[in-house]
């Protein structure tokens, strides 16, 4: 089996994944503690949008999505203005006209079903060299982030008040997590579609939020978790012959009720 990754399109989904497991889930850290869901599903509705443009055009799909990401937070942001975080109005707008959108242009267009389903599920085996690099760089660019920003992410976290009496700009900050979260909302489709993003940003957040004692904690269990199911996942799916979007997804569901509470001193 391990002679398979001497093949270029096992090594380039094996090394992406590594990156995306263990940076994603800090986008999901973020999703969950500010409880940024309703934006996560807007980004995932806006993705089927995207990706339904891609192929009634014939755009390559990573482009159509970071373009889509991008388009989604700005209007979402726009209408949410001056409201904080709350963005559940905005976001119910955006996904039911964005699925509204795909399916017409999916049925105007005559996409083929089984390319509707590639959005849907994604392949981590058709990422190219150029993805490649940009998932690396995207890797690098959360890690710093919430490396270099910890304290003002934290601060976020906590109360929005606190934060701006202590000096943080608030709204920049708050924005900054959104895209964040949006780029790798984006790059997760590649993997794993839209219906499993879940699996790489919020499930490890979920699971290391059961043994983490602090927001420090959380981030590097979370980590951890990703590049461990990812990885798990991945080989799951060589040794089986099956698909390894729905076994990193498995693996992340098997270890969610394993994993035991940390019990409160």
């Given at each position: ?172 900050h708050e924005n900054m ?63 089986l012959d099956l698909p ?22």
């Open positions: 089996m391990f002679s398979l990754f001497l093949l270029p399109p096992i090594y380039r989904a094996f090394i992406s994944l590594l990156f995306a497991g263990a940076s994603f889930p800090f986008a999901g850290v973020m999703v969950v503690r500010m409880n940024l869901m309703q934006l996560r599903y807007a980004l995932m509705h806006g993705l089927l949008l995207g990706g339904s443009l891609s192929l009634a055009l014939g755009f390559p799909q990573l482009p159509a999505y970071i373009v889509m990401c991008i388009m989604t937070v700005i209007v979402m942001l726009y209408l949410s203005r001056g409201k904080g975080m709350n963005l559940g109005v905005s976001a119910s707008f955006l996904m039911v006209a964005s699925v509204a959108i795909a399916a017409l242009i999916t049925q105007v267009a005559h996409v083929p079903s089984k390319d509707t389903l590639e959005i849907l599920w994604g392949s981590p085996f058709t990422i190219r060299w150029a993805e490649l690099a940009c998932f690396v760089l995207l890797a690098a660019t959360i890690i710093i982030f919430t490396v270099r920003d910890y304290r003002n992410i934290t601060l976020v976290f906590f109360d929005r008040d606190v934060a701006h009496s202590s000096g943080c700009n608030v709204r920049l997590i959104v895209f964040i979260i949006a780029f790798a909302v984006a790059f997760s489709m590649r993997f794993v579609g839209a219906l499993l993003i879940d699996a790489l940003l919020i499930l490890p957040a979920v699971i290391a939020l059961k043994r983490a004692e602090s927001v420090k904690s959380l981030f590097i269990l979370s980590s951890l978790t990703g590049l461990a199911t990812s990885t798990a996942g991945f080989i799951l799916s060589l040794a390894p979007s729905s076994m990193i997804a498995l693996v992340s569901v098997i270890l969610y009720p394993i994993v035991p509470k940390r019990r409160n001193r």
